[in-house]
């Protein structure tokens, strides 16, 4: 019995540890040691301790105007996971391929959870375009790449999900859920102003041996740019585009169907 009160407290210390790194982000990537004590909800002592063992180990870096960054463990670190991430290496081409033919921003999301995450983008070169930061987080209940991966959820994931969710979203429930259930035909979705104003997008999923989207591959960029005769040529490129990656990722057969629409509906609210 007399253990269990230690782990609790190296627990709690780990978890610090891991709070005060995950406090630097892409808008903020330099903190003071003040508004770290703040962010880790802890006093300055406490976090000064922190911080100076993850600046003796590398995670930490302390630069000018007693000012803390990422150090450089952290950089390693990153760049492992996206060496090792398969999805992200064998998506690439396709995705470049896809920005160089519609000069529009190109996304590959992963499912964490009840979020989806920005893990992979390619840049449109316009200066008006659509753009997010690998590791950006984002609600499955809203946009086109969040139906993707909602149509193929279990239940109680999909519960799981709406209980996290804003009472104006949980009010709408049904209809989005019929709206992702539709990916299962279509083979992809749209959507126009859904999550920001003025951006249109449209989705695939991404499948791999289990049969489940492994990810999901979006394009998005201005709505002004997101005519009635662009769309449909999108929808096709991102559908062939999405089912070769399938299929190198070992999909089912019946999962890489080739799917050639002839109709289009026009993006939804």
């Given at each position: 019995?007399?253990?269990?009160?230690?782990?609790?407290?190296?627990?709690s210390s780990i978890r610090k540890c891991l709070a005060v790194l995950d406090s630097f982000t892409w808008d903020n990537p330099h903190r003071t040691l003040t508004?770290?004590?703040?962010?880790?909800?802890?006093?300055?002592?406490?976090?000064?301790?922190?911080?100076?063992?993850?600046?003796?180990?590398?995670?930490?870096?302390?630069?000018e105007g007693n000012l803390y960054q990422l150090g450089w463990k952290c950089y390693r670190m990153g760049a492992i996971f996206k060496a090792s991430d398969p999805?992200?290496?064998?998506?690439?081409?396709?995705?470049?391929?896809?920005?160089?033919?519609?000069?529009?921003?190109?996304?590959?999301?992963?499912?964490?959870?009840?979020?989806?995450?920005?893990?992979?983008?390619?840049?449109?070169?316009?200066?008006?375009?659509?753009?997010?930061?690998?590791?950006?987080?984002?609600?499955?209940?809203?946009?086109?790449?969040?139906?993707?991966?909602?149509?193929?959820?279990?239940?109680?994931?999909?519960?799981a999900v709406f209980d996290a969710a804003p009472e104006e979203v949980r009010l709408k429930r049904t209809i989005l859920i019929d709206r992702a259930t539709k990916?299962?035909?279509?083979?992809?979705?749209?959507?126009?102003?859904?999550?920001?104003?003025?951006?249109?997008?449209?989705?695939?999923?991404?499948?791999?041996?289990?049969?489940?989207?492994?990810?999901?591959?979006?394009?998005?960029?201005?709505?002004?740019?997101?005519?009635?005769?662009?769309?449909?040529?999108?929808?096709?490129?991102?559908?062939?585009?999405?089912?070769?990656?399938?299929?190198?990722?070992?999909?089912?057969?019946?999962?890489?169907?080739?799917?050639?629409?002839?109709?289009?509906?026009?993006?939804?609210?």
């Amino acid at each position: 019995m007399a253990m269990r009160p230690q782990k609790t407290k190296g627990a709690s210390s780990i978890r610090k540890c891991l709070a005060v790194l995950d406090s630097f982000t892409w808008d903020n990537p330099h903190r003071t040691l003040t508004e770290i004590a703040e962010e880790i909800n802890a006093p300055l002592p406490t976090a000064s301790r922190i911080t100076a063992v993850l600046c003796e180990e590398g995670f930490l870096d302390k630069c000018e105007g007693n000012l803390y960054q990422l150090g450089w463990k952290c950089y390693r670190m990153g760049a492992i996971f996206k060496a090792s991430d398969p999805t992200k290496n064998v998506a690439l081409p396709h995705m470049r391929k896809l920005r160089d033919t519609f000069n529009e921003t190109v996304s590959l999301y992963q499912r964490k959870g009840i979020w989806r995450i920005c893990c992979e983008q390619v840049s449109s070169t316009y200066p008006l375009k659509r753009f997010a930061n690998p590791g950006d987080r984002f609600p499955l209940w809203a946009g086109a790449a969040g139906r993707c991966f909602l149509a193929y959820m279990a239940l109680e994931e999909v519960d799981a999900v709406f209980d996290a969710a804003p009472e104006e979203v949980r009010l709408k429930r049904t209809i989005l859920i019929d709206r992702a259930t539709k990916v299962k035909d279509d083979g992809y979705a749209t959507s126009i102003a859904e999550r920001e104003p003025g951006v249109s997008s449209v989705s695939c999923p991404i499948f791999n041996f289990t049969g489940l989207p492994i990810a999901c591959l979006t394009i998005s960029g201005p709505s002004i740019r997101f005519t009635d005769d662009v769309v449909p040529r999108i929808i096709l490129a991102l559908l062939h585009e999405s089912r070769e990656l399938s299929i190198a990722l070992g999909a089912p057969e019946e999962l890489t169907v080739e799917r050639k629409p002839t109709k289009f509906p026009h993006l939804q609210d």
